[in-house]
């Protein structure tokens, strides 16, 4: 699978709770890909953890610094890249993606993610009277705009590693379709 990955990186997009992070690093150790997370690598860059970043700085700026690291980081070299679940609705970044990765999209119902979610207090967009309609508006909102992504892969209540072989037969699927539908027009 890997050199039909070729230059690509695997970048795993979906809201908040979805797994991206924990399903991420798992999917990398199965391909032999190095793994990253965008919101590490943008905490590191700034010194701050997200929760800081917001409270001094705003949203607006952490989605500036996102776009950036996100951009350079897909430069850099094929891995598998978790992203904040903000970073795919950007359109300058999903135009990024669609040019050096492969875009994964892990679904999640709302009681999925809310049950998850719930463990950490680390979530800014959450931090409300009112968490699980914050939710339900990110979820009309933003699950159309995943849906653009490469390949789709619902994020079950199940151990992770079942959804990371859930993620490796959808890249297998998507990757051979390529290569016959490349194959078809050559
Ligand atoms: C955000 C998701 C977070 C983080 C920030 C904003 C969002 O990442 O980037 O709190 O807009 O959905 P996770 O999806 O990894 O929690």
């Known amino acids: ?31 032999g890909l190095p793994f990253a997370d965008a919101d590490h690598e943008i905490e590191q860059a700034a010194g701050k953890t997200i929760p800081e970043i917001f ?29 904040g679940g903000g970073a795919y609705i950007n359109e300058a970044t999903r135009e990024a993606i669609a040019r050096n990765g492969i875009s994964l999209w892990l679904r999640a119902d709302f009681n ?28 009309d909102e933003r699950y159309p705009v995943y849906a653009h992504a490469d390949v789709v892969v619902d994020s079950r209540d199940v151990p992770h590693d079942q959804i990371v072989q859930s993620c490796l037969e959808a890249l297998a699927a998507h990757l051979g379709n390529q290569h016959s539908s490349g194959a078809a027009s050559a």
């Open 55 to 83: 409270e001094e700085h705003g949203e607006q700026y952490f989605r500036d610094g996102e776009r950036r690291v996100i951009d350079r980081m897909l430069q850099e070299q094929p891995r598998v890249l978790a992203t």
């Open 1 to 31: 699978m890997l050199s039909q990955i070729g230059n690509r990186s695997i970048v795993l997009v979906g809201l908040m709770g979805a797994g991206k992070t924990t399903v991420g690093r798992r999917l990398a150790a199965r391909l």
């Open 112 to 139: 999925l993610l809310m049950k998850r979610v719930r463990r950490r207090s680390n979530r800014p967009l959450l931090k409300t009277a009112d968490p699980d309609a914050v939710m339900r508006k990110l979820i």
